[in-house]
């Protein structure tokens, strides 16, 4: 009689222990944590051989809640502005893996032109035309350099450096460029920006 009372018990035990281990099993994983995510708002430029030096400056800003500049700048700097304030929301790993540098692509009056070249090409001209313009077209090409672009591209952007150069020299005939702390003061901007 006694025995049949172990076996009782073992059985019990060993259904008790099976009910456990398939509790542990089906408990559904906790997803993985994604941690806080970051908004904000990035200005892009679109390039254009008549682009002021607001587009060119403020391009890439990155503003919003979570960034040190609450405010962007008011749009569009200027008549021929057609710059975008891209609204943007990256988790941290996100984040942590670059995606502040890819919010929105560069446009421009190039056609096809990708948007890394975009983003080279504001680079140089920010480069060149912080220093005194230089006395012709040839010599303001050869600054900017535009070997350094891929092939299918060279032509048109020469086109595009002419008329730019024509530009700037217009501009600076016309009393210089506008002060570019003049575009950086925060302004009061509309709130409906912010999405
Ligand atoms: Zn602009």
Redesign the pocket.
């Known amino acids: 009689m006694n025995q049949i009372w172990i076996v009782i018990a073992v059985l019990v035990a060993l259904l008790i222990i099976m009910r456990i281990r398939s509790r542990r099993k089906s408990k559904p994983r906790r997803p993985p944590a994604t941690g806080p995510r970051i908004h904000g708002i990035q200005?892009n430029?679109?390039v254009l051989p008549r682009?002021?030096d607001?587009?060119l400056y403020?391009n890439g800003v990155q503003y919003g809640k979570g960034f040190r500049r609450k405010e962007g700048?008011v749009?569009?700097?200027?008549a021929e502005?057609?710059?975008q304030a891209v609204p943007f929301s990256f988790t941290s790993t996100e984040v942590f893996n670059g995606a502040l540098r890819n919010v929105g692509n560069i446009q421009s009056t190039i056609p096809d032109f990708p948007g890394a070249a975009a983003a080279m090409l504001i680079d140089r001209l920010k480069a060149v035309e912080a220093h005194p313009l230089p006395e012709d077209e040839s010599a303001y090409l050869a600054a900017i350099g535009p070997s350094a672009f891929a092939d299918p591209y060279r032509h048109t952007l020469e086109a595009f450096l002419s008329e730019r150069y024509a530009y700037l020299r217009l501009r600076n005939r016309a009393g210089g460029p506008a002060r570019i702390s003049d575009n950086l003061t925060p302004t009061d901007m509309e709130s409906a920006e912010t999405t």
């Open positions: 200005v430029a679109f682009m002021g607001g587009c403020d700048p749009l569009p700097h200027d502005c057609r710059c």
